[in-house]
């Protein structure tokens, strides 16, 4: 049976501490700078921005402890440092009291761990948080961006964990509800929770539904970023793995042909993309016994990913 590979949605949800202003303290002044540089991809001056609070120990508002423990734990995972990002993560739950066990706050850390959770394919207790975290929100008026993307981001990786244990009709529960929300609040989330949907379906054996759902995301991700967006080359690789396994030999290779196009336009000849575009067209043309031309691009694929190597020669 042929593998399909779930987008793992890293949509982490930074914390400010409920009504504050910029200018109420030291810590929410950077804050807002720490802010500026996450969003802006500058990490290690985001980490450090917030670090000095962790190092100091400066006397922060309960409030205060639970956004800067998140927030560094949100930071950690983007740098790589998982065990930090989780460990972070429970420091931030260690500072909600009372007042907020039922809170934002709360169900905001609680979607950060089933997140890391999940990247650790620790399926089960991601669930259990996740859940959880949904629970949490259904007390609240989904009334701004901000909680509908928290809670978009719930809704994804709870179904993501719900797949990898093979509870696909929970999965696609989850990801309806995501269909529905995303759409009220124009979120950039539908793409992606499309391109779930066709997965499921598709480990469901439902080959129909599967594939008026890659074509939805591959539309919804046009719509958004356009038809040169460069994670479209992926939902292209996924879609012809799909079509091939199909017997749809002539639409899988035009959906892998769109895939390199889109990563030679985005990376250049030499990507480890690039490579994997050849290497899947090469599978194509190997299925249909094509075979020269499958030798052709297989050797494409070895000098994509090779440095100092080019030679067309399928015997170098």
Do not use: W
Not at 1 to 16: A, D, G, Q, R, S
Not at 103 to 120: E, P, T, V
Not at 211 to 226: A, T, V, W
Not at 239 to 251: T, V
């Amino acid at each position: 049976m042929k593998k399909y590979l779930l987008f793992i949605v890293v949509v982490f949800c930074l914390v400010f501490p409920v009504n504050s202003q910029p200018q109420d303290s030291d810590y929410l002044k950077n804050l807002y700078v720490f802010i500026k540089y996450y969003q802006s991809g500058d990490l290690l001056k985001a980490e450090k921005t917030l670090m000095k609070f962790d190092e100091s120990h400066t006397n922060l508002q309960g409030k205060e402890y639970v956004s800067l423990y998140n927030n560094l734990g949100v930071v950690s995972l983007a740098l790589g440092k998982f065990d930090q990002a989780l460990k972070y993560n429970y420091m931030a739950e260690k500072y909600i009291v009372n007042e907020y066990n039922d809170s934002q706050y709360l169900a905001d850390i609680f979607i950060n761990r089933g997140n890391l959770l999940n990247i650790k394919k620790s399926f089960d207790v991601s669930i259990e948080y996740l859940e959880k975290s949904i629970r949490i929100y259904q007390n609240f008026k989904i009334n701004n961006n901000e909680r509908a993307n928290n809670l978009s981001s719930a809704y994804i990786n709870i179904s993501i964990a719900l797949t990898e244990t093979k509870r696909y009709e929970e999965a696609l529960i989850y990801l309806k509800r995501n269909v529905v929300l995303s759409s009220a609040f124009n979120l950039s989330t539908l793409p992606l929770t499309y391109l779930n949907m066709a997965k499921t379906y598709a480990r469901l054996k439902n080959n129909s539904s599967a594939e008026e759902f890659y074509k939805k995301s591959i539309l919804s991700f046009i719509s958004q970023y356009g038809k040169d967006y460069n994670r479209l080359a992926e939902v292209y690789f996924d879609y012809g793995i799909f079509l091939l396994s199909e017997g749809k030999h002539d639409e899988a290779l035009s959906a892998h042909k769109k895939a390199l196009f889109i990563s030679l336009n985005n990376y250049g000849v030499k990507h480890t993309l690039v490579s994997l575009s050849y290497k899947h067209i090469a599978d194509d043309y190997l299925k249909i016994n094509k075979l020269d031309s499958s030798l052709y691009f297989y050797q494409k694929s070895l000098a994509a990913v090779s440095p100092n190597f080019n030679n067309p020669d399928i015997f170098h």
